[in-house]
T-cell receptor, first 113, second 114 residues
Framework: EAQVTQNPRYLITVTGKKLTVTCSQNMNHEYMSWYRQDPGLGLRQIYYSMNVEVTDKGDVPEGYKVSRKEKRNFPLILESPSPNQTSLYFC????????????FGPGTRLTVT | AQKVTQAQTEISVVEKEDVTLDCVYETRDTTYYLFWYKQPPSGELVFLIRRNSFDEQNEISGRYSWNFQKSTSSFNFTITASQVVDSAVYFCALRNTNAGKSTFGDGTTLTVKP
């Protein structure tokens, strides 16, 4: 089954404790992206990657890191999480051609206390 | 910079009513792509439609229809004879051809009451 998986699905952590949210896709998609969803703000793009070792900032990259060492994986790293990073996070992937729609993972709900 | 505006934050209708969700976008690109996604209460994001900027033909899929008007930079979504299962948050999104960046609207929460 073609899918994008994220782990963990739910996470409660404390300020400053480094964490990684994993994202994996099995569709051999070149493009992957991370979004955060906050009430009333829609989805805002954090980082995206056009292919292995190629990443770029989205609209809200502050406080986040990413890496793309393998085509299927695109982890999101919070080196020192803060309460304002409490949010619902979505990973997405698609084929490189612009016209294709994105496939989204199920979401990770992160709470930073 | 590109922008997507969904002016309707929340809409409530009674089942079987028709409802239109508005989407207005801004971009300097001449070629771009527009999308609608649905987010039901379960939380996942479901792709509904894609439209290329050079194709202004409207589209109908069952009870769903989309009206793309480049002259007014609008890409509106109409649900005919709404059903309770249509209750969800609907997002309009814009992607330019500069590869990676996508911009989403803030979403419209549609509630369909029985």
């Amino acid at each position: 089954e073609a899918q994008v998986t994220q782990n963990p699905r739910y996470l409660i952590t404390v300020t400053g404790k480094k964490l990684t949210v994993t994202c994996s896709q099995n569709m051999n998609h070149e493009y992957m992206s991370w979004y955060r969803q906050d009430p009333g703000l829609g989805l805002r793009q954090i980082y995206y990657s056009m292919n292995v070792e190629v990443t770029d900032k989205g609209d809200v990259p502050e406080g986040y890191k990413v890496s793309r060492k393998e085509k299927r994986n695109f982890p999101l790293i919070l080196e020192s999480p803060s309460p304002n990073q409490t949010s619902l996070y979505f990973c997405a992937s698609r084929r490189a051609t612009d016209s294709y729609e994105q496939y989204f993972g199920p979401g990770t709900r992160l709470t930073v206390t | 910079a590109q922008k997507v505006t969904q002016a309707q934050t929340e809409i409530s209708v009674v089942e079987k009513e028709d409802v239109t969700l508005d989407c207005v976008y801004e971009t300097r690109d001449t070629t771009y792509y527009l999308f609608w996604y649905k987010q039901p209460p379960s939380g996942e994001l479901v792709f509904l439609i894609r439209r290329n900027s050079f194709d202004e033909q409207n589209e109908i899929s069952g009870r769903y229809s989309w009206n793309f008007q480049k002259s007014t930079s609008s890409f509106n979504f109409t649900i005919t004879a709404s059903q309770v299962v249509d209750s969800a948050v609907y997002f309009c999104a814009l992607r330019n051809t500069n590869a990676g960046k996508s911009t989403f609207g803030d979403g419209t929460t549609l509630t369909v009451k029985p």
